[in-house]
């Protein structure tokens, strides 16, 4: 952005420093214009009259050669500064419009994360129904899987009960227990209890 400068031979001016550091100071009336590059100041000053005088550290410049390489810088350093300037529409792009530009690229970036935003969260919504339905789908299997294991603990309780009573019916035809035929004992089996299997 342009910054005010004090300058005691033209009074109050605009200085732009343009690229590769060369310093571009204006008067407020546009009549004197200095170009500081290098350490080289070359001042350009038109009087009123259409008269222009150019000075080169101070001094007026006359010799030809010394004035054909004066009048060169300026024109490079303004024509270099009209080169990087941006136009719209034929007009050179101001600070308001930099306001807008930054402001509708913003704008941008904010629908495009919102439309990310959006394309992960239902993605997301898709995958949890996608769960969700699986399970719900499993709640009908799931149930009879288990009446079919309560069936079995049934049926396994029952054959276990017949068992049992079949079991207890062997033991009442059998003849009283000092009538069977006993094994060896304790002391006989030098203190180890034999096991029929």
């Known amino acids: 952005m342009p910054t005010q400068s004090n300058d005691d031979s033209f009074g109050r001016g605009v200085e732009v420093t343009t690229r590769g550091g060369v310093q571009v100071i204006t008067s407020p009336d546009g009549r004197s214009t200095t170009i ?3 350490g080289r100041v ?3 000053t038109t009087t ?10 101070g001094r007026p410049v006359v010799d030809p050669r010394a004035l054909n390489d004066a009048i060169t810088r300026v024109a490079s350093t303004s024509q270099s500064g009209r080169d990087a300037m941006v136009k719209i529409n034929g007009r050179p792009l101001q600070e308001d419009d930099l306001l807008v530009l930054g402001a509708v690229g913003g704008a941008v970036a904010a629908s495009l994360a919102a439309l990310m935003l959006y394309i992960v ?3 997301m919504g898709r995958m949890f129904r996608r769960a969700t339905t699986r399970r719900t789908d ?3 299997r799931l149930q009879r ?3 079919t ?3 079995i603990a049934l049926e396994v309780e029952r054959a276990a009960e017949a068992q049992r009573y079949s079991a207890m019916l062997l033991t009442e035809r059998l003849p009283d227990p000092p009538a069977r035929v006993a094994g060896p004992t304790r ?3 030098g203190g180890r209890v034999l096991t029929p299997h």
Request: net charge negative; no cysteine; charged share 25%.
């Open 138 to 140: 499993d709640a009908p």
């Open 48 to 57: 009123p009259e259409g008269k222009v005088t150019v000075t080169v550290n």
């Open 145 to 147: 899987i288990e009446q």
């Open 187 to 189: 002391a006989e089996a």
């Open 121 to 123: 969260l239902h993605t």
């Open 36 to 38: 500081t590059d290098r």
């Open 149 to 151: 294991v309560e069936s």
């Open 42 to 44: 070359t001042t350009v």
